[in-house]
């Protein structure tokens, strides 16, 4: 964490703390430099970070003063836990969802997918250039598995700096999150197999336990606090798990993060009865506040976790970079199931995507991409309670950038779909989030969007089909 990012995080403590109480002015940056020890320039960001937090807004020759918080809605309610495994259905509108992305007419709140606004397109685009400049005989070729040796590197030692002990030669260059997640599991499970998954859960996750013969195994997964470990362990002790899949960090959708302690009992209960662990780390990067929290994976002494990620939400879409990082005696395994996959990776996006985090500006990028969303979630969240039924509940992602939101139970979002994109209006329905279907009466939003009154009359459609 950044000098003005603990600023920030301390002055947001005192403000809770009604030191400052909503309304009031704070000291001005110099009194604050002088107070907290700190440079002028680090008081300056930390009330800009405050600012884009949504705690503090800036008034014209008058200084910075605390916000009126948002109403806050309740949190969804927890799942009820499922009775036994069962296949995968309910998928058939996805690609739906995600071929509205490219219609011009339909505003995208459904795919999370960041719009460009979001990624370094100007960077990217630099080191592109000067990859195929400088490297056009390899771009050519293929990199075989197990990837660039120059982006493993890279993203070992990001690793490293999250206390995961991983070398290069671990690391498998895939194309993209999803690859890793289904590789892995090929690597754990057979056809039949059950694995037990949060729930709701991404529905990426879903289609690929389809796609491999497998059964779903719901775990009750909190708004607040995560996957159930209590009912985790009635469910591993009930049945034959062969897998157990965790978005570990700002879940999706519900963008709730594991503490500490918890990802600990987490690992331990798994490896009390030897099921592997797959990480789904995708949105670590992305904290709304506070520190990048750390994966399962620096834990594992054990070779239980699966580490899988890619750049998909951070720096582009379009890359389809991701890796996965196996138990080491089953890496020579993964490469070849990535091999007859796909061949192999990209070759220019493995060099441009290496070539970026070698220039040392990911973290600086970073910040103010955490900064943007905490902004688009804190808007989001806004105008949902201001606009929706009261008795909808709305999640309080710690991370990421999508929005969750539990509507009354006579509401079907599947239903309510249909009309939205016949209104020019795309969003997830909650049924695809489940095994079962479950979810009916809920919707995932996407927040990282460029923030203009397109938004604002889709949100304004959506609460008048409600």
């Not at 107070?35 to 807004?57: F, I, K, M, P, Y």
């Not at 008034?59 to 499922?82: C, E, I």
């Not at 009992?265 to 506040?289: F, N, R």
Request: charged letters at 25%; a positive charge.
């Amino acid at each position: 964490m950044t000098l003005y990012q603990a600023l920030a995080d301390r002055l947001q403590g005192l403000i809770r703390d009604q030191v400052y109480p909503v309304g009031s002015r704070l000291p001005g940056v110099r009194m604050l430099s002088e107070q907290h020890d700190v440079s002028v320039s680090t008081a300056v960001n930390a009330c800009r970070e405050l600012e884009q937090r949504g705690v503090l807004e800036a008034r014209p020759r008058s200084g910075y003063y605390v916000r009126q918080p948002a109403l806050m809605r309740k949190p969804p309610r927890v799942a009820r836990a499922s009775r036994k495994p069962r296949r995968i259905t309910g998928q058939e509108r996805v690609l739906q969802i995600l071929q509205s992305v490219k219609d011009p007419a339909v505003m995208n709140l459904g795919a999370a997918v960041p719009a460009p606004e979001f990624m370094p397109v100007a960077a990217m685009e630099r080191v592109y250039h000067s990859v195929l400049r400088e490297e056009r005989r390899r771009c050519v070729g293929y990199e075989f598995p197990p990837g660039a040796p120059e982006l493993r590197t890279q993203i070992a030692r990001r690793l490293a700096s999250l206390q995961c002990d991983v070398s290069p030669d671990e690391v498998l260059i895939t194309n993209s999150c999803q690859e890793s997640v289904s590789i892995a599991l090929k690597l754990v499970t057979s056809p039949g197999d059950t694995v037990a998954i949060e729930s709701p859960t991404y529905y990426g996750l879903l289609q690929v336990i389809e796609s491999l013969g497998l059964k779903a195994l719901e775990i009750p997964t909190d708004p607040e606090h995560g996957i159930s470990l209590d009912a985790l362990t009635l469910a591993l002790e009930k049945w034959d798990v062969a897998a157990c899949v965790v978005v570990s960090n700002f879940s999706n959708p519900l963008g709730v993060c594991l503490t500490d302690d918890r990802k600990q009992a987490l690992l331990s209960l798994l490896g009390k009865h030897k099921v592997p662990l797959v990480e789904d780390d995708i949105y670590g990067d992305l904290p709304l506040a506070g520190p990048r929290p750390r994966p399962l994976k620096s834990w594992d002494r054990d070779g239980l976790v699966y580490y899988c990620s890619s750049s998909s939400k951070t720096l582009s879409a379009g890359m389809r970079v991701g890796w996965l990082v196996p138990p080491v005696p089953q890496q020579e395994r993964a490469e070849y199931l990535q091999f007859i996959n796909t061949v192999s990776v990209n070759t220019p996006a493995q060099l441009a995507l290496a070539r970026y985090l070698e220039k040392g500006r990911y973290d600086h990028f970073l910040r103010q991409l955490c900064a943007q969303h905490a902004l688009g979630v804190a808007r989001m969240t806004e105008r949902v309670t201001q606009l929706f039924p009261e008795d909808a509940r709305v999640s309080r992602p710690a991370g990421g950038f999508v929005l969750w939101v539990e509507l009354p139970g006579d509401v079907d979002t599947t239903s309510l779909l249909e009309r939205a994109l016949d209104a020019g209006v795309s969003f997830a329905p909650g049924a695809m989030f489940s095994a079962s279907g479950k979810f009916t009466n809920c919707l995932r939003m996407n927040c990282a969007v460029k923030w203009d009154n397109r938004v604002e009359q889709a949100l304004v459609t959506l609460s008048r089909l409600l």
